[in-house]
């Protein structure tokens, strides 16, 4: 997606720092795929997140 659309591909002069933004973010977003999954309620699960765990997810799943 950043190579194929403008507005994050044509990111300007800080481009390398903003790649590795955006690939350290895609990384993270890639790993949280199993919590979504396999411990929320968005699929039927037994073992769900306490709250203590879900809170910091829930705000970086929104800061993302």
Do not use: Y
């Not at 507005?7 to 350290?24: A, E």
């Not at 073992?47 to 203590?52: F, Q």
Request: a negative charge.
């Amino acid at each position: 997606m950043r190579k194929q659309r403008p507005p994050f591909s044509d990111v300007g002069p800080r481009k390398d720092d903003l790649d590795k933004i955006f690939c350290g973010m895609s990384g993270i977003m890639d790993a949280t795929n199993p919590i979504r999954n396999e411990g929320s309620m968005a699929h039927a699960n037994n073992d769900l997140l306490d709250s203590s765990e879900a809170g910091p997810f829930i705000n970086m799943a929104q800061t993302g």
